[in-house]
């Protein structure tokens, strides 16, 4: 349970980082778009296993890798 609450409170970070300063830096598109896959995979497993916490746990990093995405593209041209 506290590593949960680590993984979710490290993407909170980087999303309030990305908010406060504009600026994608060196953030990888790639990554990215790799991590969203890899989410939406282990989704879809905790749903077919119907895991309750693990479907928390991975709808809430799916939706927080998006947000992160789509910050990233907004603010791709402001390099750090």
């Not at 506290?2 to 979710?8: D, E, H």
């Not at 980087?14 to 969203?36: D, E, P």
């Not at 916490?53 to 992160?68: C, E, K, N, R, S």
Request: aromatic content about 8%; proline content about 0%; charged content about 10%.
């Amino acid at each position: 349970m506290f590593g949960t609450a680590l993984v979710m409170a490290a993407f909170l970070l980087q999303i309030s980082i990305l908010v406060r300063k504009r600026r994608a830096g060196a953030l990888s598109m790639r990554a990215a778009v790799l991590n969203i896959a890899a989410s939406a995979s282990l989704l879809g497993y905790a749903v077919l296993r119907v895991d309750r916490m693990f479907i928390i746990v991975m709808g809430f990093q799916l939706a927080a890798t998006l947000v992160i995405l789509i910050l990233q593209l907004r603010y791709r041209s402001s390099v750090a």
